[in-house]
Structure formats: structure tokens, C-alpha cells
């Protein structure tokens, strides 16, 4: 769960990487050595989406939830639009 998608050249067009909690909390997450531009989706313990971001490579700033999350995916950067 902490390397997630670190150190990787490319994610496949529909591939990504789900993280599972055991309880909804406020999450948060950064791309520190992540060099692929990504979009996180937040979703309460229904699976219901509380919130989409991108984020940009290498960033050390943190994406918050903004809401109690119980799952997080990750994704190519665009991916939720399409």
C-alpha cells in the first residue's frame, strides 16, 4: 500500500490500483516518486465516489478525501472523464 504506484514509466490505458480500507477515515494521498499524472477517486464504505481529483506528477502535496473514505483508485490522469 505505501509504494502504490511509485517508480513506474506507465499505467495501462484501463489498469490502476485499488486501495481497500478496514473503516472510513479522511484519507490522503501525494505523489511523491510517482512520475505518471494520475485522477483518485475517494468512495464512502457503499461505494459511492465523495470525491475526484488529478494529481500531478512528483508532487509532494497532499490530495485529501475531503470526506470519510473507505476506498481509493487510482488511474490515468483522464480516465474518470472518459
Known amino acids: 500500500r505505501a509504494r502504490g504506484l511509485m517508480h513506474r514509466d506507465s499505467l495501462g490505458a484501463n489498469d490502476g490500483m485499488l486501495f481497500v480500507y478496514p473503516a472510513e477515515e479522511m484519507r490522503a494521498f501525494w505523489m511523491k516518486d510517482t512520475r505518471i499524472p494520475l485522477s483518485i477517486a ?41
Open 42 to 82: 475517494y468512495a464512502d464504505g457503499t461505494g459511492r465516489i465523495v470525491r475526484i481529483a488529478d494529481m500531478a506528477p512528483l508532487s509532494e502535496a497532499k490530495t485529501s478525501s475531503m470526506f470519510p473514505a473507505k476506498y481509493a483508485l487510482e488511474v490515468n490522469q483522464g480516465w474518470f472523464e472518459k
